[in-house]
């Protein structure tokens, strides 16, 4: 197995901020082993759906309908690959990660 390192980027969602719910964007990184790079893409995505810690903060529905994509994905150094995955980070959906 070969180590990938996953860029995606994610929205809409709504998420209590300071005691307020509001709409956003993420992006979050991801570190996967797979056979080839489509299947790190694949993996990855799933992690992200799946996340416990997303779907706590959020309404469940949106999960399911939220658009997930791929905005990088690279082979990387197996021990380039942190023990913990990278948290999310969140922003308004009027504005851009970059």
Do not use: C
Not at 12 to 32: L, S
């Amino acid at each position: 197995m070969k180590t990938f390192k996953v860029v995606l980027e994610g929205s809409p969602i709504t998420i209590d901020i300071d005691g307020d719910r509001q709409p956003v964007r993420f992006v979050v990184t991801r570190f996967v082993e797979a056979a080839n790079i489509e299947e790190a893409k694949r993996r990855a995505m799933h992690m992200v759906r799946t996340d416990p810690k997303l779907r706590r903060s959020t309404d469940g529905w949106q999960i399911e309908h939220m658009t997930v994509n791929v905005g990088r994905a690279e082979e990387v150094p197996a021990n380039e690959a942190p023990t913990v995955q990278p948290g999310f980070a969140f922003y308004p959906l009027d504005e851009t990660a970059h």
